[in-house]
């Protein structure tokens, strides 16, 4: 499909965006917004006890789920990732319709992982570090609404014990130069998002969306956890005869 004609209403956009979202390159680059990203946050100091599970699945919304897939998609111990929606209802669970604001929904990605690879608050850790910015209330970079909040979805008791201490921690540290917005959620269930936004980092890297606002965070990535980034990413299996 012809990268142009997806999420149409963040394309047509673009054009009207691109000088604030130069500008907050260049932040990331060398100035305030810089120093929120290009420095590690602190690991949670409550995580999950050891488990002997083989799989164990997070779902976190961070702004638009393009570049939150790409990051995680190169992360070891992660075995797969999926955009999708959370928080709403399942007959509003598509892009058209979560793109106006008002489904409960928020763009976000499913997560897999080896948890004697890669705990849940280390996962955390690089959500809050590099894959989106946790203080910009109901927005991320050019994308503004509830649907691109940030926002935690936890799976159970201990993952919300876990998410809900960081949280804390992080304020209390001030870690971050403004508070942290981050929502912790009830888990109302995942509902995948289209084939065409699936590994769409991966897929399209040179896409002018990608390479301003979520590249960088790649980079990043490979910057802050040399020994956590993986350079092939696991790329998410699309499902035939799913939509489109």
Request: hydrophobic share 40%.
């Amino acid at each position: 499909m012809n990268p142009p004609s997806l999420k149409s209403r963040k394309i047509a956009r673009f054009g009207a965006a691109l000088a604030i979202v130069m500008g907050a390159v260049a932040l990331w680059q060398g100035g305030a917004h810089s120093d929120e990203r290009a420095v590690s946050v602190p690991a949670p100091l409550q995580d999950e006890p050891a488990s002997n599970a083989h799989a164990e699945t997070a779902v976190l919304a961070g702004g638009c789920f393009w570049g939150v897939q790409g990051v995680f998609e190169h992360l070891r111990g992660v075995t797969q990732v999926a955009s999708g929606y959370t928080g709403g209802a399942a007959d509003t669970a598509e892009y058209e319709r979560v793109s106006e604001g008002d489904t409960g929904h928020a763009e976000s990605v499913r997560i897999t992982f080896d948890p004697a690879a890669i705990s849940y608050g280390k996962i955390l850790q690089v959500f809050f570090s590099v894959a989106h910015n946790p203080t910009e209330l109901d927005y991320q970079g050019p994308d503004h609404g509830t649907q691109y909040r940030s926002a935690i979805f936890p799976l159970n008791a201990q993952q919300r014990n876990v998410a809900q201490a960081y949280i804390a921690q992080l304020q209390g540290a001030h870690v971050f130069a403004s508070p942290v917005v981050t929502r912790v959620e009830p888990f109302k269930g995942f509902y995948p998002a289209e084939n065409y936004h699936q590994n769409f980092l991966a897929l399209h890297p040179d896409y002018p969306y990608i390479a301003i606002n979520d590249i960088p965070k790649v980079e990043a990535l490979q910057h802050l956890f040399p020994a956590l980034y993986r350079t092939r990413p696991v790329l998410y299996q699309t499902v035939a005869g799913a939509k489109p």
